[in-house]
T-cell receptor
Framework: AQSVTQLDSQVPVFEEAPVELRCNYS??????LFWYVQYPNQGLQLLLK??????LVKGINGFEAEFNKSQTSFHLRKPSVHISDTAEYFC???????????FGTGTSLTVIP | DVKVTQSSRYLVKRTGEKVFLECVQD?????MFWYRQDPGLGLRLIYF???????EKGDIPEGYSVSREKKERFSLILESASTNQTSMYLC?????????????FGPGTRLTVT
């Protein structure tokens, strides 16, 4: 079975500071990796995804993530956060076969003015 | 843009009632999913469907059933609602043709069972 671990349930950070949200997964097969964001009272929307190729993936709103196969990690980063980045962030994994996505438990990012 | 809509944003039902949650997508996607979201537990898959009239159990199907009579519509049914089914319910759809296609989510239905 797949598992996705987001070690930090809550991350407070000051405005304009950098942030890293951590995601580790377990899988014996190749996977596709995704980061989603959920703003208050909304559904999830895609930030970025890794399918293949370059291990550094850039997404919307200035976010990027790096796939590290040896460490089975896909950490999300932003060099300078804004108040509007306050949201819940979910890491998700999908095997290269099958339809099911596996989500982490989420990280609540709070940007402090 | 892909649009996934859910019939209600907020719903309050009594214990024992039969509850229907409706989800509609407008992009001709093959795959549709129902999740529940609870604090500290993330998203857990209840059921998914990869085609009309086809369904597969997810990780927590107990107490739920689904129906997919048309490609664009996927319904979640709580046969007899219980208080432990109070949760946020999220529907998603996905194009089944490509391995890397992401899921698109609806805005969610917050269900309270009293």
């Amino acid at each position: 079975a797949q598992s996705v671990t987001q070690l930090d349930s809550q991350v407070p950070v000051f405005e304009e500071a950098p942030v890293e949200l951590r995601c580790n997964y377990s899988s014996s097969v190749s996977v596709y990796l995704f980061w989603y964001v959920q703003y208050p009272n909304q559904g999830l929307q895609l930030l970025l995804k890794y399918l293949s190729g370059s291990t550094l993936v850039k997404g919307i709103n200035g976010f990027e993530a790096e796939f590290n196969k040896s460490q089975t990690s896909f950490h999300l980063r932003k060099p300078s956060v804004h108040i509007s980045d306050t949201a819940e962030y979910f890491c998700a994994v999908r095997k290269n076969t099958g339809n099911q996505f596996y989500f982490g438990t989420g990280t609540s990012l709070t940007v402090i003015p | 843009d892909v649009k996934v809509t859910q019939s209600s944003r907020y719903l309050v039902k009594r214990t024992g009632e039969k509850v229907f949650l409706e989800c509609v997508q407008d992009m001709d996607h093959e795959n549709m999913f129902w999740y529940r979201q609870d604090p500290g537990l993330g998203l857990r898959l209840i059921y998914f469907s990869y085609d009309v009239k086809m369904k597969e159990k997810g990780d927590i199907p107990e107490g739920y059933s689904v129906s997919r009579e048309k490609k664009e519509r996927f319904s979640l049914i709580l046969e007899s609602a219980s208080t432990n089914q109070t949760s946020m319910y999220l529907c998603a759809s996905r194009n089944g043709g490509g391995a890397g296609y992401e899921q698109y989510f609806g805005p969610g239905t917050r269900l309270t069972v009293t």
